[in-house]
């Protein structure tokens, strides 16, 4: 097992997802589930439910590692950029706000979803500090694309 990474830009809210009450439809097949996972929100004010890929739609998938393996990445991402460990951001979160990749090393290491603008912060995060970083090329394809009306699931 492991961290699966899926970015889509240009979802289309559909409905609110309940898991007690029978859809319509399939939306398991045909939609994405966005939502929160916890007390951390990165959805950017969208709301949780289930999201159809328009026309537009692009996604992008890769395997951020094993749950351990992808700790030790963030790990490395919270030195690099801050010096300091993932345990300081997530203690003072607060104290961090705005610095590099501080949404994506406080944020949860096997689900949830990160909406656009915050997907658009860590992808300029990317572009400017982490070009040569383990994994930048699908971090920032990701980002990018969600910025554009999508979002990032952690799965």
């Known amino acids: ?13 559909v409905v ?3 898991p007690d009450v029978p859809a319509e439809e399939d939306y398991e097949t045909t939609c994405v589930h966005i939502y929160q996972d916890g007390a951390i929100n990165r959805l950017d004010g969208a709301r ?5 890929p328009t ?3 692009t996604g992008h998938a890769f395997r951020a590692g094993s749950y351990s393996g992808y700790n030790e990445w963030r790990e490395a991402l ?3 950029a801050l010096r300091v460990r993932p345990q300081a951001v ?3 979160p607060e104290a961090f706000a705005g610095r590099p990749f501080v949404e994506l090393i406080n944020f949860s290491d ?3 979803c990160i909406g656009p603008v915050t997907s658009a912060k860590l992808a300029a995060d990317f572009a400017s500090i982490a070009r040569d970083f383990p994994l930048w090329e699908h971090w920032h394809t990701a980002l990018t694309l969600a910025a554009q009306g ?3 699931t952690f799965h």
Do not use: Q
């Open 1 to 13: 097992m492991g961290l699966d990474i899926t970015a889509y830009s240009h979802l289309a809210y």
């Open 16 to 18: 609110p997802y309940e």
């Open 48 to 52: 949780e439910g289930w999201y159809r």
């Open 55 to 57: 026309a537009a739609t």
């Open 78 to 80: 919270c030195w690099m």
């Open 90 to 92: 997530w203690k003072s």
């Open 110 to 112: 096997c689900e949830g």
């Open 150 to 152: 999508g979002f990032v």
